[in-house]
């Protein structure tokens, strides 16, 4: 079993940068695939990227590619997302997530974090 914790979030201005951190214990990032999610009041969990087990496959969302990059340090045992350009409708709650069986439901998913707040001002 993998416990994750994320940090980085924060305010920031549209077209500032933002990286957040995903620390995880218990089990190495190399033992699952893992993915971000994030999820706006209201609104459900929408997927933003994902890097597969082997760390051979990275796939983002369509509303963040070529704007958020994901990166998975084996040493540290973190994976991270770097965001930038970003703008008000990124304002969301910000999860890590471990074990997923499908790439993009978020339902397929085994292992959450608490997840980081991002909030992006106009």
């Known amino acids: 079993q993998v416990h994750l914790v994320e940090s980085g979030g924060g305010s920031v201005q549209a077209g500032g940068s933002l990286r957040l951190s995903c620390a995880a214990s218990?089990?190495?990032?190399?033992?699952?695939?893992m993915a971000w999610f994030r999820q706006a009041p209201g609104k459900e969990r929408e997927f933003v990227a994902f890097i597969s087990r082997s760390g051979y496959s990275v796939s983002y969302g369509d509303s963040v590619k070529d704007r958020f990059t994901m990166i998975r340090d084996n040493a540290k045992n973190t994976l991270y997302l770097q965001m930038n350009s970003l703008k008000p409708e990124d304002t969301a709650v910000y999860y890590c997530?471990?074990?997923?069986?499908?790439?993009?439901?978020?339902?397929?998913?085994?292992?959450w974090g608490q997840g980081t707040q991002v909030t992006v001002s106009s």
């Open positions: 997530a471990a074990g997923g069986r499908s790439m993009s439901r978020f339902d397929s998913y085994d292992y």
């Open positions: 218990g089990r190495t990032v190399t033992s699952y695939s």
